[in-house]
């Protein structure tokens, strides 16, 4: 596609915020040339080859590389946080779940939304987040292990889609394309510190193209991150001291990726990709009291002020992508084949086994490989398209169809002798050798899309999708779209399709516990002896009916303006379902080999307890996407781009499932979880002014977060040790929000720039928890939602730099 920037359309180039379908900008290459007024060509919810984002049926958003870079967070998830209404990230930052970046769309959790690579379903991480909240038993893409410089931009669409994609595009898609320009070399460099002084980052990012031969191309690109810990909880009430349980893990990130393709003749390509990654990182737990070592001398030796113990993870990520595409008698075709991994090596380190103390003597204090886990998937498909022109029909007929097969494997490996032993390593325990094992399943698929125009305003697109899943069956899917403009400035969509998620490898088989120093609570596997015992019944897939509709209009001359309202009706929702405490948990702990520590006789049975997955509920999600965006032009000095984006969401509890012995699955808490944990709202709203010569660039935008509600345990004893039930709670809402992001560049010349700028400008944080629903003390904030954060301030200095 020829790039090119018509009159006026250099403004879009730099809006912030949320930019969407039909008037979205497109990053063309490294010097952001940009494309206006809808023809960015779109690849993702459709098949028609050269689709304009000006004439998509879907709504979609596409964020270019320079939007990304200028929220001025070093990572992909947080930067695409600052931009997308209708997408958030848990506020996790605890536990290993808080080691793998995850994010969501529309109000639903991140197994909902599918990530693809350059069109390809992207292999999901291994490690899955066990702790209690929206995203607990989720085992998503981790997007952040794809390396930022590598992308030239991201198309999200905001609609199900699994007719056309599969498993998991529930709530959306999320395709990110990579770069592969043949030329250039592009450098930058992010620090940044936040308003505490803590959680310093830096970032390099480095990408650069060249030609093979004269049919093809090279793009490298590389990202290295150094994160260091934030600290966030307020006094144990134990020490009357800060613990630094809460808070932004540590962790060094380096990653690249690899893409090529070569023109074997004039109708064939051969194309790869290599994307690589590996992750140090350290999350830290609650500090154990050196009153619990009285009758373990060797470690009250080690440890004679106590200790804090400290998870970690040694991960690394890999996908390799290569395939054939071309044309033959006017058919495109694609024939590809994916495989990518996760491994990742869970351990615990300044901590204790005491049961192995008290048997043998032995002390260790740090236990590398508690917890392994790897995940892998190997795809293999063919796609084909064509459009048609057939005798007494004056529309294209664009057919597209394609087979897949996948195949999937997740593995977990018992723990090291050391974290199993007994009631295993202090905090996170090693895996017993019986809930280890390597599990698989085949997955086989097809489809079909067949798009055309019934009468030249109003075109229409019928997809379908069979899946046979080796481990849980059939699924059939399908869906409609039609899109009618009766003027150049105003056009209406709508979309019905039903979608689903199929359960994981890893919902179907994890099982871990959790130690904290006076409560202990596990995962156990479905199919475990544990959890039969206990009424557990065999996952089905999850099933949703989605229906979108929309308007996009132009009432006055460059006043865009879209509106999108959507329900999903998700039904068999997965999620740790079956809970049982005290007694009854302890013994389904057992069964599954998972010892308790010997403090756990004095604790309140509320403080033991297990889980495990289940279909627990349906759920009905109804919200509103809104954006408008305009230009105000003032001569030589410059021109200012005005943006307002909103999302608007609510989920409500349909119905709740049982167990095989009637009970309930679900808990207040727990319905909460899935129903309030996401913001009712958030709107970004703000301008940015580019000087007339090009050299300033100042950008100012609030952001709204609307309010979430959870339902709080109570605690009681000294201290608050104990907690007092496992079904009354408290309900506690968390506020409405707003922060303040700026940023200033100067250009210094072609070649470089400067930038300074904040993300919450005035350093805002959640709403504090009441005291009486802290854990000891420390939670100073509600750490299962996904609100604005608990970092507060972030201050940074950006370096750009194009050759």
Not at 374 to 395: L, T, Y
Not at 484 to 512: C, M, V
């Amino acid at each position: 596609m020829k790039n090119f920037i018509p009159k006026g359309g250099l403004y879009l180039s730099f809006l912030c915020g949320v930019f969407q379908y039909p008037y979205t900008v497109l990053a063309a290459d490294k010097n952001n040339i940009t494309v206006n007024n809808g023809d960015a060509i779109i690849v993702t919810g459709t098949r028609e080859t050269g689709k304009k984002a000006s004439e998509s049926i879907s709504p979609i958003d596409i964020i270019s590389a320079k939007q990304l870079t200028q929220t001025g967070m070093p990572s992909l998830r947080d930067a695409l946080t600052q931009l997308l209404p209708s997408l958030s990230v848990p506020n996790a930052g605890f536990d290993s779940g808080a080691l793998t970046d995850s994010l969501s769309l529309r109000g639903l959790n991140s197994n909902e939304t599918l990530v693809l690579v350059d069109g390809k379903r992207r292999h999901t991480t291994a490690n899955l987040s066990a702790v209690a909240g929206p995203q607990q038993g989720t085992t998503p893409v981790d997007i952040d292990m794809i390396p930022m410089a590598a992308i030239d931009h991201i198309e999200v669409l905001r609609d199900g889609a699994s007719a056309q994609y599969g498993s998991d595009a529930v709530a959306g898609v999320v395709n990110v394309i990579l770069k592969k320009q043949d030329h250039g070399f592009h450098a930058q460099t992010l620090t940044g510190i936040t308003a505490a002084k803590d959680g310093f980052q830096q970032g390099v990012y480095l990408d650069g193209g060249t030609k093979l031969g004269s049919r093809g191309y090279l793009h490298v690109s590389g990202d290295f991150l150094r994160q260091n810990h934030t600290y966030r909880s307020s006094k144990d009430l134990r020490t009357n001291s800060k613990d630094k349980f809460l808070g932004q893990p540590e962790q060094t990130r380096e990653s690249f990726a690899i893409k090529g393709g070569y023109e074997i003749t004039d109708n064939i390509e051969a194309y790869g990709l290599v994307t690589y990654a590996h992750r140090y990182a350290e999350a830290n737990e609650i500090t154990r009291l050196a009153s619990t070592l009285t009758d373990y001398p060797a470690y009250a030796a080690i440890y004679p002020n106590g200790y804090l113990p400290v998870d970690t993870i040694n991960e690394n990520d890999w996908e390799i992508t290569g395939g054939l595409k071309g044309q033959i008698k006017g058919w495109n075709w694609d024939v590809s084949s994916v495989y990518g991994r996760d491994y990742d090596s869970i351990g615990v380190k300044n901590s204790a086994n005491l049961q192995l103390s008290k048997d043998t003597g032995l002390a260790p204090t740090n236990f590398k490989n508690a917890q392994r886990f790897n995940n892998q998937q190997w795809s293999n498909s063919i796609d084909f398209s064509k459009a048609f022109h057939i005798n007494g029909w004056p529309h294209v007929i664009n057919v597209a169809g394609g087979a897949t097969h996948r195949y999937e494997s997740y593995t977990i490996g018992a723990g090291s002798f050391e974290s199993a032993y007994g009631s295993g390593s202090e905090a996170l325990p090693g895996i017993p050798a019986q809930s280890a094992g390597k599990f698989s399943r085949n997955v086989f698929g097809g489809y079909f899309d067949v798009a055309t125009h019934l009468v030249k305003q109003l075109q229409i697109d019928v997809a379908g999708r069979y899946e046979h899943y080796s481990d849980v069956g059939d699924t059939k899917t399908g869906k409609v779209a039609l899109r009618y403009d009766p003027f150049k400035w105003l056009g209406f969509r709508g979309t019905i399709s039903n979608a689903f998620h199929a359960p994981t490898l890893a919902q179907e088989y994890y099982s871990a516990v959790t130690f904290y120093p006076t409560q202990a609570g596990g995962i156990i596997s479905p199919s475990s002896v544990g959890a039969l015992a206990n009424g557990s019944e065999k996952l089905k897939p999850e099933h949703s009916t989605n229906i979108t509709a929309g308007v996009t209009f132009e009432p006055i001359k460059r006043l865009h303006i879209t509106a999108d309202v959507y329900q999903i009706k998700l039904r068999g929702q997965i999620l740790p379902g079956g809970n049982i405490y005290g007694d009854q948990a302890s013994s389904a702990l057992a069964l599954d080999g998972f010892s308790l520590p010997a403090a756990a006789a004095s604790w309140t049975p509320a403080s033991i307890y297990a889980h495990w997955f289940a279909n627990v509920a349906n759920t009905r999600t109804r919200g509103i996407d809104i954006t408008a965006s305009y230009p105000t032009y003032l001569g030589d000095i410059g021109h200012i781009d005005w943006s307002v984006a909103a999302n608007i969401n609510r989920t409500i509890l349909t119905h709740q499932g049982k167990d095989a012995d009637g009970n309930d699955l679900l808990t207040k808490q727990s319905i909460a979880y899935i129903t309030s944990a996401y913001p009712r709202s958030k709107i970004i709203w703000g301008g940015q002014f580019t000087s007339g010569d090009k050299k300033w660039i100042v950008g100012l935008h609030e952001i709204r977060w609307g309010h979430t509600t959870s339902q709080l345990s109570y605690y009681g004893g000294a201290a608050n040790t104990n907690l007092l039930s496992n079904y009354e709670f408290f309900p506690f809402h968390n506020r409405v929000k707003y922060t303040t992001n700026l940023d200033i560049t100067y250009r210094v010349n072609a070649k470089l720039a400067l930038t300074a700028g904040a993300n919450n400008l005035f350093n805002r944080y959640p709403t504090r928890l009441p005291l009486a629903h802290r854990y000891i003390g420390i939670h100073k904030y509600d750490m299962n939602t996904s609100q604005l954060g608990m970092n507060g301030g972030f201050y940074y200095f950006k370096v750009d730099v194009s050759l």
